[in-house]
């Protein structure tokens, strides 16, 4: 059976930009601590995987470890990490719930789809459990978020671009590999998703675009839906010629690639356009 595996943030909804950091910044404004992230600042938090591993991250810095006033005992800032993880998790959750963080485009469209025609669809993300249920529910309802197992959270013991979380979801729901596309929206997403042996569309976005994705199968700026812009396709080494949207046809032809892929279309750094075919000239915007 087809089976197709969404990573969450970023894929599902632009929830660094919008969700992730804002949350951050609340927490570190309501425990008093003298750290502010700007986008630039979160950009480079987000090659760290995990929103503890993020927070953890600035026990690193001895300005902050003295200003903030952070013990030297490690019991005692598990317990500090722990307190500011859970405030900042409810308080994305708060952002969810506000509509806040609107599905990406295709999303809701394609999921339906997939489930509709039997396939197996599934979330596999090493955020907290409950955001990625939250954001789940928001982009496809309630009622279709029922029908999709979630691996999230500390459920394995390393973060992307350690592939455990996806190995974890082909071993849990029998998956065939040969069968299974993975959805992701970062380089270390795509290397978990290719270090378990399964192939990966990416979907990029504003933090992610100029990343090397070339172990992917497809590259698109967003899955695309009625009635917007056409997408674009960045790089595509599928069967398949993704025309204004990406469709299950689409995700069947990435899966007839072979585990490498072969070129179809566009080369890396060059944009194929949706509809005519490979430009002719590289996307300089990436």
Known sequence: MTALVFDCDGVLADTERHGHLPAFNATFEQFGLPVRWSEEDYAEKLRIGGGKERMASLFRDPGFVR????????????????????????????????????PRPGITRVVRGALDAGWTVAVASTSAEESVRAVLANAVGEETAARIPVFAGDVVPAKKPDPAIYLLAVDRLSLDPADTLVVEDS???????????????????????????????????????PGRPPIEVLLNRSAGRPGPMVTLDDVRACLAAGPA?????APPGEVQDPVEGPADTPDTSR
Do not use: M
């Open 67 to 102: 200003a903030a006033g952070i013990p030297d005992d490690e019991g005692q800032r598990a317990d500090l990490l722990a307190r500011w993880h859970r405030t900042k998790t409810a308080r994305f959750k708060q952002l969810v719930a506000e509509g806040a963080l609107p």
């Open 187 to 225: 380089r270390n997403g795509l290397l978990a998703a290719t270090g378990a042996g399964l192939r990966c569309l990416v979907t990029v976005n504003g933090y992610t675009r100029d990343e090397d994705f070339s172990e992917a199968v497809l590259v698109v700026s967003e899955l695309g839906d």
């Open 261 to 265: 892929g072969r070129d179809h279309g």
